[in-house]
């Protein structure tokens, strides 16, 4: 038994660290205004409120690439302010580093489930007299349970992507909040699927997650950052 206990306690760090390693949640929350009320040809121009990077980055225009990307799928059409009939608002970060405490079981013996007795030796009868030597010894049977908990600190990021639309008149028609928490704070790891998450949400009205493997956000990573610049 003591054995199995060790190997759980071995096992269940690998657990943990495979099951948050290997999985990206990011939180959706979008908004818009009915679909007969949207533009039916959008013309927007983009304005970018991130002033603490230098737009003529590398990872800037990458960033701006993907932001084009999935607009233009969408079925918008990049354009100037003077052609334009909406103005749609890009921002992104990563905050943090913020602490969270978590707590690990420790497993151990926390009393006894029974007891089994065994009895050596022999014993030999004559008549009405015995001869002979006999020894019992009892055993206790362990019960093995949480005896206490390991507190531990983690760090994480949040990492977030912000659109919204609005028309001439000053009226918002859509809006997309994408967000992921995780301990990476590289924005380039976590952007494409920000991005690509954004492509699918926006002008809908959710509140929703979703959970991406390692495997899939390799898959998107490639698509969103294989395509070929737009300018």
């Keep these: 038994m003591m054995q199995i206990v060790q190997k759980f306690l ?14 990206y949640h990011i939180d959706i929350k979008t908004q818009s205004v009915p679909q007969d009320e949207l533009p039916e040809t959008s013309m927007c121009e983009i304005q970018y409120f991130n002033k ?11 960033y701006n690439r993907q932001i084009e990307k999935i607009l233009t799928d969408n079925g918008i059409q990049i354009t100037d302010s003077k052609k334009a009939n909406c103005t749609i608002g890009v921002a992104y970060a990563i905050e943090g ?40 010894q009892t055993y206790n049977i362990p019960q093995y349970g949480v005896t206490g908990y390991r507190y531990y600190d983690t760090y994480y990021y949040v990492r977030w992507l912000a659109l919204a639309a609005i028309n001439k008149k000053g009226e918002e028609l859509w809006n997309a909040n994408i967000s992921s928490s995780g301990s990476t704070n590289d924005m380039r790891k976590i952007f494409p ?27 998107i990573t490639e698509f969103m950052t294989n395509t070929k610049e737009s300018y």
């Design 97 to 136: 580093p913020y602490k969270e405490t978590n707590a690990a079981p420790i497993i151990g013996i926390t009393g006894t489930s029974g007891s089994t007795s065994y009895t050596n030796g022999s014993i030999s009868a004559y008549g009405n007299t015995a001869y002979g030597s006999a020894m019992t």
């Design 193 to 219: 699927l920000l991005s690509y998450v954004a492509g699918d949400a926006i002008m809908t009205n959710k509140d929703t997650s979703v959970v991406i493997s390692s495997t899939k956000a390799k898959e």
């Design 52 to 62: 603490d990077e230098n737009p003529k980055s590398i990872e800037s225009r990458e």
């Design 10 to 23: 071995l096992i269940f760090p690998i657990i943990m660290c495979s099951c948050t390693s290997t999985r």
